[in-house]
């Protein structure tokens, strides 16, 4: 068993009691990252100057100095997350060959915190799409089953943990980005509530969906990563500050559990739908209440999300014309081609198709018939999500209506689509949600079960998912 196999909170402990270095943590974690780099393409580049946060540590240790827990923990950092120094692509012929001056508000914590970023993982170009497939440097293998993707857009970031060529990852997610590969390779992933962790230095694909999450092999390490990220931040004005005791409760008898009945109702396969359901029965066995609650307006949630991303996609996007920075189409002959060539090439098909369907819906004559519902959709559906917490602690569902998504086998883009319907309502409300395995298929792939909380109460979903984890691995209560 290598160092990168074990979880970042039995690091921590092996550091302390100098059974490892943090310079053997990182070796054996970038072996296999490279190791595994053929298989999954989980990187898009690797930060050679990682090796001196490691050897930092190793001094704080040897002179006896106390450290963060995540001090020496190798991590890996989504490509559209803005990095000093460490090129920065969104996965994107746009910005191939972009190296940010400044680092994202989280990369600034993980730094001041002595985690080690072992590099770039690979991802959906701007963080559009759902399979990691969309991007410039190729599609991303789960680690899993070579021939299914690693789910997307944070794909290698779920990879490179499932894997062992990370211990933690960074993820964004904007309707489902972390929590779906999460499911797909096997590990957990959690998407915080809207503003409490900085977008500062996120690329932005929608702006007011944009999350930042965490990903790890166990709730545990996951919860540890969050809580070194989130909290306010002046140069996001969107951001707050909640505090989060450093340990998870495992003390849940009588905790709520809602089962929308119209997610419930969406389709899913059989696998997916009998693991979430032997979880909920674990959980209830365990003493939870299990509740059938309604949200009327849940199914349209898919159809507000397209409108309201794409037409924030094609504002966010329009930054990327030739000029300032980013690719720039050769031999042009006036300004008109300069911009059409550098879009059309910089961009790949799916980015284009985002960009023109929202400058469609924000057009004149279309804006009310398309965004102006959309939104108001989704204060609606904002306001039902706070009428069913009145009932229950926290929602659980399926993460993902599959357990694997064959690489290069065409579906058509209203399946694609349809797909986030699990997802997508709590990103469309800006609620806290995680995703933590809950079973095998019989082709042996991973399900996730969803647990979604109320505005601004992580601790809860993360409570919640612990506990889980614990009664599951028979560590607690009943299995």
């Known amino acids: 068993m290598m160092l990168c196999d074990y979880t970042a909170f039995e690091l921590a402990y092996m550091l302390r009691k100098k059974q490892c270095s943090a310079m053997e943590i990182y070796s054996d974690t970038l072996q296999r990252a490279k190791e ?27 002179e006896g100095k106390d450290f963060p827990l995540i001090a020496g923990i190798p991590i890996a950092v989504k490509d559209n997350i803005s990095t000093k120094g460490l090129r920065t692509t969104c996965a994107s012929k746009m910005l191939c060959n972009y190296i940010p001056p400044y680092d994202a508000c989280v990369i600034e914590k993980l730094k001041k915190a002595g985690a080690v970023i072992i590099g770039k993982s690979n991802m959906d170009e701007f963080a559009i799409g759902s399979a990691s497939d969309t991007g410039y440097f190729g599609a991303v293998h789960n680690p899993i089953n070579y021939y299914n993707s690693a789910g997307g857009s944070s794909g290698g970031s779920a990879a490179s943990v499932s894997s062992g060529g990370a211990v933690l990852a960074i993820g964004s997610d904007t309707g489902g980005s972390v929590r779906q590969p999460a499911s797909l390779c096997g590990v957990v992933g959690f998407c915080p509530s809207y503003g409490t962790v900085s977008r500062y230095g996120l690329i932005a694909f929608a702006s007011s969906l944009d999350r930042i999450g965490s990903i790890g092999r166990t709730v545990k390490d996951t919860y540890l990563l969050h809580n070194i990220i989130n909290g306010s931040d002046p140069k996001d004005v969107t951001t707050s500050d ?98 059409k060539k550098s879009r059309s090439e910089g961009f790949g098909e799916e980015v284009k198709r985002r960009i023109m369907l929202g400058t469609f819906v924000l057009s004149e004559g279309f804006c009310d018939d398309y965004y102006k519902r959309a939104v108001s959709l989704r204060s609606r559906l904002c306001s039902e999500f706070n009428e069913a917490f009145k009932q229950c602690d926290v929602v659980a569902a399926p993460v993902y209506p599959k357990a694997g998504i064959k690489l290069g086998v065409k579906a058509t883009l209203t399946e694609v689509y ?39 109460c992580d601790k809860i979903v993360f409570d919640v998912a612990y506990w889980y984890e614990l009664i599951r691995g028979g560590i607690y209560g009943e299995t």
């Open 418 to 456: 349809s797909a986030d319907i699990f997802t997508v309502p709590s990103s469309i409300a800006g609620l806290p949600a995680i995703s933590v395995p809950c079973g095998m298929t019989r082709d042996n792939l991973p399900v996730g079960l969803q647990l979604i909380g109320n505005r601004l």
């Open 242 to 339: 909640i505090f989060y005791p450093f340990n998870l409760n495992t003390g849940l008898s009588g905790i709520r559990i809602g089962i929308i009945k119209e997610l419930m109702e969406s389709y899913a396969d059989d696998d997916v739908k009998s693991s979430v359901m032997d979880a909920i029965r674990l959980m209830e066995k365990n003493g939870s209440i299990i509740k059938e609650i309604s949200i009327s307006n849940i199914r349209s949630a898919v159809n507000a999300y397209y409108i309201i991303s794409s037409a924030e996609a094609s504002s966010n996007l329009a930054r990327f014309d030739g000029i300032r920075y980013g690719y720039r189409a050769p031999k042009c002959e006036n300004l008109s081609e300069l911009y």
């Open 36 to 62: 595994m780099q053929t298989i999954t393409n989980a990187y898009i580049s690797f930060n050679d100057e990682a090796f001196k946060t490691a050897e930092k540590i190793d001094i704080m240790i040897a």
